[in-house]
Nanobody
Framework: QVQLGESGGGLVQAGGSLRLSCAASGRTFNGYAVGWFRQTPGKDREFVAA????????YYTDSVKGRFTISRDSAKNTMYLQMNSLMPEDAGLYYC????????????????WGQGTQVTVSS
């Protein structure tokens, strides 16, 4: 089972940018599709973005299309989420997740999760 660790969260003003990182340990990310999800208090964890094991296919939730970019660096065993033009509604605890299934928008399809990194966006 791959272990995941997120970093890069923080406080940013609306319109600003952050880059989240998700590093894998225990085994390589190769062969795993990976995704980002976020959660706010009182709400279910929601899909943000996903990328296929080979980096050829990406998915985004509609609200982040054109602003967020998911990518992966196999050599560094790390996955990224570049977040631009941040809005207060982007705030939340961001989790990365990995799966040997095809890239998916569904939390149930992922079997490895990180602990999360907090993103706060001030208006």
């Amino acid at each position: 089972q791959v272990q995941l660790g997120e970093s890069g969260g923080g406080l940013v003003q609306a319109g600003g940018s952050l880059r989240l990182s998700c590093a894998a340990s225990g085994r390589t990310f190769n062969g795993y599709a990976v995704g980002w999800f976020r959660q706010t208090p009182g709400k279910d964890r929601e899909f943000v973005a996903a990328i296929s094991w080979d980096g050829m296919i990406t998915y985004y939730t509609d609200s982040v299309k054109g602003r967020f970019t998911i990518s992966r660096d196999s050599a560094k065993n790390t996955m990224y989420l570049q977040m631009n033009s941040l809005m207060p509604e982007d705030a939340g605890l961001y989790y990365c997740a990995a799966t040997t299934n095809p890239a998916s928008r569904k939390t149930d399809d992922y079997h490895s999760w990180g602990q999360g990194t907090q993103v706060t966006v001030s208006s």
